[in-house]
């Protein structure tokens, strides 16, 4: 069974670095044609994707966010995490993770984490 | 980036009703290859999105047979057949032909 959990600050000021955590379980990001993608959503709004990174380690950014984003996996203990800086009240959203498959579709999505970002 | 249109942004429908939502690309999503990477989301109240349709006509494990996904090139379709009260929620177009991964602006699906 895959499952897959968000987690972050909650809160944040702006200018400061978001840091997401994705747990997950049931599968390995070592495994052939899995990855892991982020995308986020504004409240009552539409879905943005944000990165993916692959088994091999690729990884792809949108460049909307231009050089604001990182992404990166620990194998080992089945995590993949998301950094943001420079963070804005337009960066408030909830954040999810999801696991990617070599068909470039979001097979399984976490439950997802708000973040606010607010002075 | 690849625009995708979806139209109607809300639609209503009653239980047994048979909808169905476009959705229209900037540009074709037929890669060199051969394939298209156009897929479709439901996002119900208060949940993630979930799988309903990958590479534009293929069901998603468990997904209920009444929905189906037709289309190619830049126009695409999902359609309900026999709307169930489940099936409320906001529907999205998503592609991955181009970069960057982009979504549709969703679909609304009220029940009647």
């Known amino acids: 069974q895959v499952t897959l959990k968000e987690s972050g600050p909650g809160i944040l000021q702006p200018s400061q670095t978001l840091s997401l955590t994705c747990t997950f379980s049931?599968?390995?990001?070592?495994?052939?044609?899995?990855?892991v993608g982020w995308i986020r959503q504004p409240s009552g709004k539409g879905l943005e994707w944000l990165a993916n990174i692959w088994w091999d380690d690729d990884k792809y950014y949108n460049p909307s966010l231009k050089n604001r984003l990182t992404i990166s996996k620990d194998t080992s203990n089945n995590q993949a995490f998301l950094k943001i800086t420079n963070v804005d009240t337009a960066d408030t959203a909830t954040y999810y993770c999801a696991q990617i498959n070599y068909l470039y579709y979001f097979d399984y999505w976490g439950q997802g984490v708000m973040v606010t970002v607010s002075s | 980036d690849v625009v995708l249109t979806q139209t109607p942004s809300t639609l209503s429908a009653t239980i047994g009703q048979s909808v169905s939502i476009s959705c229209r690309s900037s540009q074709s999503l037929l890669d060199s290859a051969g394939n298209t990477y156009l897929y479709w989301y439901l996002q119900r109240p208060g949940q993630s999105p979930q799988l309903l349709i990958y590479l534009v006509s293929n069901l998603g494990s468990g997904v209920p047979n009444r929905f189906s996904g037709s289309g190619s090139g830049t126009d695409f379709t999902l359609k309900i057949s026999g709307v169930e009260a489940e099936d409320l929620g906001v529907y999205y177009c998503m592609q991955a032909t181009h970069a960057p991964l982009t979504f549709g602006s969703g679909t609304k699906l009220e029940i009647k």
């Open positions: 049931g599968f390995s990001l070592s495994t052939y044609g899995m990855g």
